[in-house]
């Protein structure tokens, strides 16, 4: 059979994405290997209607809407390759299944690498994110720390700075802000620190505080760190989609890669904020792109 589309990624851009093509009449599959980047989170904020839910929740709210289409398959395997013969697309599961459809939304997402300090991973999720506009609030007005070792620490400081003054930012021994990127942080009274981290202390995911190499202590209730980013899957690499200059896949407004026939959505354009809302209105827009040229291509 041949599918009208194959949704790559069960995150909200491939959910909602599905769920538009669903309500479309398009014969659809949804790959979802079910390995989240928000695997550690608690809470996904900023969804109206949505806020505070837990992903897992939200998940399953997701997939009980989409029973109600039965155009739409949700297989949980990992798509392994994906290859291109003129205008069809051939998928290889991990399951050794194989699969034909007419067009592909890739919704994979992104895989990030924190901070190279010990404990990190012990209060990433609980009381450290990276991502201020989605944790924010919960840590306001708290004294808090900005963990950074790249090129991002600086914009991140003056966003985080907006819920908590209290705030210093450590670089783990990078040297990464320039004199004048130092002077600014300074005269809002940031204290920047260049050692090492050593250690975070705390206790069941919340943070105490900071020691660095020296010695040197301070306390602290939250922060935020800025990862490293890289695409889950190779599959934009394998089918020849570009990527913008932050390693995402670029697209025009609806989700079209310069491949014909492949569309991006979600976290994995790397295009802005990594929001909740923003993803599924994501694979909203690339499900409208997706219909539109079948109802072309039927004319």
């Known amino acids: 059979m041949l599918l009208d589309c194959i949704v790559i990624g069960g995150g909200p851009a ?6 538009m093509l669903g309500r479309s009449k398009r014969k659809t599959i949804l790959f979802d290997d079910n390995k989240p980047r928000n695997a550690v989170t608690n809470e996904s904020h900023g969804f109206i209607t949505r806020d505070g839910i837990h992903p897992l929740e939200f ?14 398959i949700i297989k949980k395997q990992r798509v392994l390759q994906v290859d291109k013969d003129k205008q069809v697309f051939t998928i290889k599961a991990d399951d050794g299944e194989v699969y034909k459809a007419k067009k592909i939304i890739l919704a994979t997402g992104l895989k990030e690498t924190l901070p190279n300090i010990a404990q990190v991973n012990q209060f990433y999720g609980t009381s450290i994110f990276s991502c201020p506009f989605c944790d924010g609030w919960e840590l306001r ?31 783990n021994g990078k040297q990464i802000l320039s004199v004048e990127q130092k002077n600014q942080l300074n005269s809002k009274g940031i204290i920047i620190y260049e050692q090492e981290i050593t250690s975070l ?28 980013w890289e695409q889950a899957s190779s599959i934009g690499r394998d089918l020849d989609c570009e990527f913008n200059d932050q390693g995402g896949i670029k697209v025009d407004h609806f989700g079209r890669t310069n491949v014909e026939g492949v569309y991006a959505s979600g976290d994995t354009l790397l295009a802005g904020a990594t929001q909740l809302i923003i993803a599924a209105a994501e694979g909203s827009k690339a499900a409208l792109g997706v219909n539109a040229a079948l109802i072309e291509e039927d004319f």
């Open 14 to 19: 491939g959910l909602n994405a599905s769920l």
């Open 141 to 171: 007005d708290r004294p808090l720390a900005l963990i950074a070792e790249n090129n991002r620490a600086f914009h991140m400081a003056k966003v985080v700075f907006n819920w908590s003054k209290d705030l210093i930012v450590c670089t």
């Open 59 to 72: 998940k399953q709210i997701a997939r009980e809407e989409l029973s109600k289409y039965p155009n739409v």
């Open 201 to 228: 202390q705390g206790d069941h995911g919340y943070l105490k505080g900071i020691t660095f190499a020296g010695g040197e202590s301070i306390t602290r209730e939250g922060g935020f760190v800025t990862p490293e």
